[in-house]
């Protein structure tokens, strides 16, 4: 059974940091662009970052130079590394994977996805 499972979330001052892991089983995430989405009530997914399976990274304007993506091949996990935190970075994180080398904007057009980790920035 192939599933990516999200893990790392919780609740953070603005300016802190966290680290989400998503993991996969049943498939090997090397091969995939894995994406990072969030997602708030009422909107569609928004993509924070990718890497795709060349190892290419891409960010969001709204976060970066504040979040990180990278992969672990031998653990088969990619980590989203989050810091300087503000309470507009409050969403669902998602973690997407897709075959190929093509690191697409639509959350809907990933052929795997994760059940989703929340994250609140607040004071």
């Known amino acids: 059974q192939r599933q990516l499972v999200e893990s790392g979330g919780g609740s953070v001052q603005p300016g802190g940091s966290l680290r989400l892991s998503c993991a996969a089983s049943?498939?090997?995430?090397?091969?995939?662009?894995i994406g990072w989405f969030r997602q708030v009530p009422g909107k569609d997914p928004e993509r924070v970052s990718c890497v795709n399976s060349n190892g290419d990274t891409s960010y969001g304007e709204t976060v970066k130079g504040r979040f990180t993506i990278s992969r672990d091949t031998a653990k088969n996990t990619v980590y989203l590394q989050m810091n300087s935190l503000k309470p507009e970075d409050t969403a669902v994180y998602y973690c997407?994977?897709?075959?190929?080398?093509?690191?697409?904007?639509?959350?809907?057009?990933?052929?795997?996805w994760g059940q989703g980790t929340q994250v609140t920035v607040s004071s």
């Open positions: 049943g498939f090997l995430l090397e091969y995939y662009s």
């Open positions: 997407a994977a897709d075959w190929g080398a093509y690191c697409s904007g639509s959350f809907f057009e990933y052929d795997y």
